[in-house]
């Protein structure tokens, strides 16, 4: 029930909805009674399909760009284009930071960023702040 909670949490925290994985997989490794090695790989996990939903999302928004009760202004969008096309893929490292990092996997999307390439920066990007922050948490 834990590894299913931890999933969870991970996934909602990886969309625009609110939520503290990294709170809840520091007290199930403080807890002692998980593997810590899968705790991490359950979050990673959760978490990176959580982005690909936001992948997704920004994939399919692109249609209706124009629309007039599109819910982000064409600034706005341009802004978050020009940081995407100044930084490139590798924008998408970022795609653990709060506030930030949610939008960016949209964007992802919204450029059509390859999937194949998507993926692999998100594993890297959010499996490693995972591992980092289960390392400090036992050390």
């Known amino acids: 029930m834990a590894y ?15 939520a503290q ?3 809840v997989l520091i007290g199930l490794i403080l807890s002692k009674q998980y593997s810590i090695y899968l705790l991490v790989f359950v979050a990673t996990l959760g978490n990176c399909i959580g982005s690909l939903v936001n992948w997704y999302l920004g994939t399919y928004l692109n249609h209706f760009r124009t629309r007039v009760w599109f819910p982000v202004s064409e600034a706005s969008l341009n802004r978050a284009q020009n940081f995407y096309q100044k930084y490139g893929a590798w924008s998408l490292l970022l795609s653990w930071l709060p506030i930030i990092g949610d939008p960016l996997t949209m964007i992802a999307g919204f450029m059509r960023m390859p999937l194949w390439q998507f993926i692999c920066l998100i594993i890297l990007a959010k499996g490693g702040r995972y591992l980092l922050l289960a390392w400090l948490t036992v050390s």
Not at 4 to 18: C, E, H, R
């Open 4 to 18: 299913a909670g931890l999933f969870l949490t991970a996934f909602l925290a990886a969309t625009l909805l609110p």
């Open 21 to 23: 994985s990294e709170a």
